[in-house]
């Protein structure tokens, strides 16, 4: 493996991420394992790749930032606010369902008070009918 040079490294990885078959987690994986391999998975033509694969719908305030620009920090700024959008859709889908919950919760105490004032209706309506009945 150290035999061969950063050239073809390059274009495997690069041909690993173009083929989905590399994701950015496994690119921070390889870049722990040496020195070499961590100066050859931050190659900005790499995380460039990545940013197009996995962000492609997102807007960039860039425009089209070139392979030369620092790639690996655009993809960890875009990365963090998608994380953060995830985040935050969760926190409202959370939101929403637990005000579902108080509104169900309301309308249950309104139908058990409903029911206890009918309760004590009809308590009231068979007092009266055995008064009616003792009177006849």
Not at 1 to 13: N, T, V
Not at 46 to 66: A, C
Not at 75 to 104: D, Q
Request: net charge positive.
């Amino acid at each position: 493996m150290s035999f061969l040079p950063d050239e073809i490294w390059i274009k495997i990885l690069e041909m690993g991420v173009a083929a989905h078959s590399l994701s950015c987690r496994d690119l921070c994986s390889l870049s722990i394992t040496s020195r070499r391999h961590n100066r050859l998975s931050g190659d900005p033509s790499l995380w460039f790749t990545l940013v197009t694969l996995d962000f492609s719908q997102e807007p960039r305030k860039n425009s089209s930032p070139s392979p030369a620009s620092h790639s690996k920090d655009l993809y960890k700024t875009m990365f963090e606010r998608s994380k953060a959008r995830r985040v935050a859709a969760r926190r409202r889908a959370i939101l929403i369902a637990e005000s579902n919950v108080a509104v169900c919760i309301k309308r249950l105490e309104e139908l058990e008070r409903r029911w206890r004032e009918e309760g004590e209706r009809m308590k009231a309506a068979v007092l009266e009918l055995n008064n009616l009945e003792r009177v006849r």
